[in-house]
């Protein structure tokens, strides 16, 4: 490639040349005349003001303060408020770039339309005033509500202060469409929990008590470099301060990895093997805490050895397990069958008939299922050493319960990722961790949002018909990937409009083609955003609103990964510029336009209010100190976490039998019907998908893996962003990482330009350049998530409203690469956001 | 008397880069607001010339790799090369031990540079914009060379107990700034017990730049 000659450029060689040809002397004199300006301004006034809020840069929700000089956002602090509690408190570099957020000449400055005559996709907006956008938005959606149904208009958010309000507005006006981005986030972890606990827990449902911790493993999780993850890693920094030992097990040798005592390199999509052979060892060696498996699991509970089938359950009426199940066990203390309820000591062993039929434990299934995944198995298919996984099950069994897998976080990149956390969970209950000091503890929430009601609605929702039509097991209102498939089949109903709020569904979600092709479909498209998104091209109307740290949210907050009760609020530091609009206010103008006068004033109206009653009638309601919250900005109800707590609020979980169950009955009940390994209810190893397309890949073939750059994130706040970008290009974090014996095959060299495709969709491509390092598997080629939009890049370094003028050249985002239907799981319809394989093809000479 | 010393806590430090980033708002940025809209002004690469940079140590070989940030700065030495070859006193240290640099002195022979045996000074080669307001005398310059100050001119506005920006902006106390003349100080702790090392104690340059290495097991588990 030519070297490019901008204009900025061209001044630096002209200064430079300036430097060499003359003497020192006129050096001198050049810096006489110019910084005279800088003599002159040496003593301006600073007025520093300090302001709480909650960065929600990452969707993390760190309690910060934000640091004003003469008005102008500057620097960022921990909130010192939280000092108390400061293990649950740090922030990470991000919020350090406020500044160039806040003050970005890209970010969207006004309300935009498209241009007349224009089609969707190819970004070409005017500019309009906020009457003329809302009134738009409004008319076209009262049209629709009144020709097709409120439920025809779907509404897309995502992070933000106030997603609470937009679902609530939306709820309002009646459709039950609404969806939040769960299954490109932490869907398949859910359904794997949901075996466990009977119950869809997400990331931020645990914390691994790292401060007390003897050993973590980590497996596919870097919460010291990555995403949503900065309490997390003053707890590790704290903990790695009282000898505290890390396992990273990771395709890349990650910042987790960097502090770790052992990276265990395993080719990309194979974790479950590696777990599963460590629940072998666990089993066959003893090394499972027994006494915590028959008390907490339904490791006892005796089943028919050909079905499976639970040999009795039976109604609990009274005790802590009231309105549960109990079932049938042998108990070893007097020989005799039992309900577990009365006996004494439930056998975990036994195995023998009960009325002519043969009868077993659930352990002695697991113990049998998982006594095919030996070490030496496992080590053939993730390439890790017998040896190491034999020492990580031995390390953590000799350190529990002050030893722990990381409960993750991520969990949509293969199809077998369901199985990764229900095993990891599995380890940790095996071990007796769960709950205890050292291990994994139950985070605690208050839930402390703005208490208003919303009407109910009898319209059938498009999750109601999935639920019914090939995924059973999703999470209603988590999953955008079934509102786009409804989209695009018209099923159950046509859908014309949709409100994408904070949301980049085209740069956040697999399938390109087919979301470009199901907003194009729609009679209206609505995006509410700060920066240029890769969705925006797609849009009829563009609403820019303030960043976080602009407007007072009408909400309070957990703090939502912490052990403790924790909340913080978010408060304004500066106003917006430009013409850019509060969200709350913004909101306000929409329900006035589209809600009926009675609607308005029985369900809305306290958002309505300004942010301090809100917040007061929040304080009322949930019996919390108003004038103490919002002096400090964050207020933690306890300061240490309750150890020693094995059941979620000391409550029994949502299984059938109130215990976690090894062996999940609502599952076995679903795999009866459907006869999939994919829904067994036992932990069952499951293939990659992309070794379902091909066993070995060829030379220009590798399984793409990406991870998290500390300064970028999932929206498109920092894309754009000059610091953050800045950062990004010094950590060369926007080129794609090779390991040097594939690089030396395919003749790259560093810096090298390559094109991605994928070989089951190959008319869409990007560019990207080659970062060599023996930090990554072979198998992988692994770039850092969006840091640059892709295929779209063209359209925006050219655009004149739609610009991102920063945005490196080089960036890697495998959503653009898979085509919708092979980028989700059946059932529950997860995304498997690295579950191909993609080919690289050399640019240039 | 005061001597400024700063500890980096790599066992703590959580490599999120906001030291990085806080130094390079303070001390690179140029910020006008004559406006209602500020404007922000950064060089082309403004990470290039934060006055702490993250580098990757490497070593070993796949799959034992290892990887390390450390952050290139200026150690702020007793005994500073950088000053004693500075023909015109442009490099001098502060009678509280920080070096800085009076740029109006500068020749830009970059004798320094040269000198400089850790090769932390940096040498900004971009013009100033119009419209930018420095942010005070030991701000970024164009083509004169650019070193960590421990953000001394905040000291000089007069603020108490003043921190560099760096060491405020981090949340895991993974930089400790403090006066090594003071046995009470956390930092002549850490350095007294030894805790707290520095890079190349045999040249003689007495660095108050100090690290704390990441701990692990000194065998790897494998080997065991």
Known sequence: ???????????????????????????????????????????????????????????????????????????????????????????????????????????????????????????????????????????????????????????????????????????????????????????????????????????GTFTNDYENAKLVVFVERNPYGGLVATTWAKMLSIGKKKGLRIIVIDPRFTETAEHSDLWVPIRPGTDLALLLAIINQLVRNGWYNEEFVRKYTNASMLVFKDTLDPVKLVDVDEGFFKGKKTYLVYDESDGKFKLKTSALKPSLYYEGDYEGRRVTTVFNLLRERVSQYTPEWASGITGVPVKVIVEIARQLWENAPAASIDHGYKAVRWLNEMRVFQAIMMINILIGSLGQKGGVLWNKSLKPSAPISTPKHDVESVWDYWKKNGYPLHKPGGTPNLLIKSILEEKPYPIKAAIIWNQNLIGHHPGFKEISRALEKLELVVIADVMPNETMPWADVVLPHAYFFEEDAKEAYDVKKTPIPYITIARKAQNPPYEVRPSYEILDELAKRLLTPEEYEKYWKLLSLPADQVLAKICESKNLPYDKLVERGSLALSHQPKYGEVYKSGKPFNTVTGEIELLSIKMLQLYNKHKDPLLDPLITWVEPQYMMYKKDLSEDEFVPVEGFINMQSINTFLKDSKLHVDYTKYMKAHMVWIHPKRAERLGLREGDWVEVYNPRQPDVSYKVQVHITDSVHPDALFGFHGTNPGPLLELFKKNKELRMEYTPESGFNTNFLQPLEEGFTPYWGGAMLQDFIVKIRRLGG | MTRYAMIIDLNACARCGGCVLACAVENIARITSDAEMANVHLPENAIKYSRTRPVKVRSGEYPHVREEMVFRQCLH?????????????????????????????????KYCIIACPYGVRTLPEEQIEEGWVPAGKHALMPFVPDKCTFCHHRKEQGIENYKPACVEACAFDARIFGDLDDPESEVSKLVSSGAAVTLKPELGTRPKLFYIPTSRLPRSLETR
């Open chain 1, 1 to 203: 490639m030519p070297p490019k000659i901008s204009r900025r450029n061209l001044l630096k060689i002209g200064a430079l040349t300036a430097v060499t040809v003359t003497t020192p002397v006129t050096t001198l004199k050049y810096f006489r005349k110019t910084p005279t300006r800088f003599q002159e301004a040496v003593k301006p006034r600073f007025i520093r003001e300090t302001h709480p809020t909650r960065c929600i840069l990452c969707g993390q929700g760190c309690p910060m303060r934000v640091e004003t000089i003469n008005g102008i956002v500057r620097h960022a602090y921990p909130n010192p408020a939280s000092r108390e509690v400061e293990k649950y408190t740090a922030i990470c570099g991000r919020p350090q770039g406020l500044i160039t957020l806040a003050y970005n000449p890209d970010r969207l400055k006004y309300p935009l339309i498209r241009e007349e005559g224009s089609k969707r996709g190819e970004g070409r907006f005017r500019r309009a005033t906020w009457d003329e956008a809302l009134d738009l938005v409004a008319r076209k959606l009262l049209e629709i509500k009144e020709k097709y149904g409120p439920q025809a208009v779907a509404v897309f958010v995502h992070q933000g202060n106030e997603s609470g309000a937009v679902k609530k507005l939306f709820k309002i006006f009646g459709t039950p469409n609404i969806t939040k981005h769960s299954s490109t986030c932490h869907t398949s972890m859910d359904v794997g929990l949901y075996l466990l606990f009977g119950k869809m827990f997400g990331p």
């Open chain 2, 77 to 109: 030495c007793e005994e500073a090369p950088c000053v004693d070859v500075c023909p015109t006193g442009a490099s001098y240290k502060d009678g509280d031990g920080t070096v800085l640099i009076e740029k109006d002195l500068c020749i830009g022979c």
